[in-house]
């Protein structure tokens, strides 16, 4: 029995051994940075087989090439702007690395900015409701795949990089990882330019305690050409009823304070910056009159830095809606901007 026991043993010990050899294994990464645009040629060293590899940055990978056991070389994909991880992938396992690369310039170089304006995980709501947000997304194109930085399967770990790609003639259902949430509800996709073009979306929020009576609501879903610094946001009908509450949801892609008035009175409104590049700068304004029914006129107003006419500096663009919530069904009504 000793005879097996003994070989077993150093088996074991061996394999824990190349293990955290394999785990201590310094790399490095030359350059650690590089433009949005993707194109760089990136030199990693460290202990390699003859193994296929590829490398992971952030969740973009691209095929390496193996130039020697201690070298590998890989090309960058595009990237929206930031600094994410980098792990190599080894026939079917990934090596976890404690590299970095940044990818640098400005995202709209390469990429469109895609609004979200409600990409929530699963809320609860009055009465017993649960709104639940679900982002629809279809390739018909028949030869290229799109990829959407930002966005990510509900059932997904948090990744601070999150993307997903869609194949051509793929459809997928995407919604919001829980433990990624920080209050925000919108969130920016950043798409290849002109790709988004190729693709069918649709946004959608639906209470599930109630889908007998309901498909719930489309939630517009805002290219970044939307958004204005320059042009009033106006809305000439909300309702002012107590049977209804009224949210106005206010993006920006920077901090920024915007001037709302309602009816004759006028509000600052500060936007608070988000914490990641997928994340816009927001603001939730609740101050309707209280009573009364019937309805009142709103517009928002962005930022005038400059103060001498004609031409004053004009702060960060911004786009808003406003959504109508029936006290009584929890149905929602969104009224948007008509330009």
Do not use: C
Not at 282 to 309: K, L, M
């Amino acid at each position: 029995m000793m005879r097996f026991r003994i070989p077993l043993l150093l088996s074991l010990f061996l394999s824990a051994f190349a293990l955290l050899a394999q785990e201590s294994t310094p790399y490095s990464i030359t350059p650690n940075s590089g433009p949005v645009t993707g194109g760089t040629q990136v030199t990693i060293k460290g202990d390699f087989g003859t193994w296929p590899y590829g490398v992971i940055f952030g969740t973009a990978g691209v095929v390496a090439t193996r130039v020697d056991e201690h070298t590998l070389v890989a090309t960058t994909p595009p990237h929206p702007a930031g600094t994410v991880s980098v792990s190599i992938f080894e026939y079917d396992i990934f090596l976890a690395t404690d590299l970095t690369f940044t990818f640098t310039g400005e995202s709209d170089e390469r990429f469109e900015r895609v609004l979200l304006p409600i990409f929530t995980p699963p809320v609860h709501g009055a009465f017993g409701s649960e709104f639940h947000t679900d982002l629809d997304v279809w390739n018909p194109d028949p030869s290229k795949t799109v990829t959407l930085f930002g966005a990510e399967y509900d059932y997904d770990q948090p990744d601070p990089d999150p993307s997903v790609t869609v194949i051509p003639g793929g459809k997928v259902t995407l919604g919001r990882v829980p433990e990624s949430f920080d209050g925000n509800p919108g969130r920016f996709v950043y798409v290849a330019k002109d790709d988004f073009d190729l693709l069918g979306a649709t946004l959608r929020v639906h209470d599930v305690t109630r889908e007998a009576a309901s498909f719930g609501t489309e939630i517009p879903i805002v290219r970044e050409h939307e958004f204005s610094s320059e042009k009033r946001i106006a809305f000439p009908h909300v309702p002012i009823d107590p049977r209804f509450r009224n949210t106005l949801r206010i993006y920006s892609t920077a901090a920024t304070t915007v001037t709302v008035t309602v009816g004759q009175q006028a509000f600052a409104v500060e936007l608070q910056a988000g914490s990641n590049t997928y994340e816009p700068a927001y603001a939730a304004f609740t101050n309707f009159p209280s009573d009364g029914v019937g309805a009142t006129t709103v517009t928002i107003d962005a930022e005038r830095i400059g103060v001498d006419p004609p031409s004053p500096l004009l702060g960060p663009p911004i786009w808003a809606f406003i959504s109508v919530t029936n006290n009584d069904t929890q149905q929602i009504t969104t009224i948007t901007p008509q330009r």
